[in-house]
């Protein structure tokens, strides 16, 4: 597994309102997308065809299904609407028809 340095989650479980803190929460989103497309290539080369996450607690989380990767994250609280997921297809589907 990557190793990450965990940090604290920012995500508050409340409405928001201030400025400042959408900002860090979607500068906090871009920081954990780009740390999951930099490893991209190592996590397809160890989990082909499995989902990848990392949630608010900065560690990757690895699953087979979408269900088993959201109760992964449910377990270990890191699960929030600003956790990023993906799906690691080694034979993704042409998007432009050609």
Known sequence: MLSTTRRTPVA?????????????????????????????????AQYPDQWVALGDNWEFVVADSLDEMLARLMECGAHS????????ETNPPRRIPG
């Open 12 to 44: 508050p479980q409340r409405y928001l309102k201030d400025k400042a803190e959408i900002l860090a929460l979607l500068r906090d989103s871009s920081a954990r997308s780009k740390l999951l497309r930099d490893h991209r290539s190592e996590l397809m």
């Open 81 to 88: 609407p600003h956790s990023v997921v993906e799906h690691l």
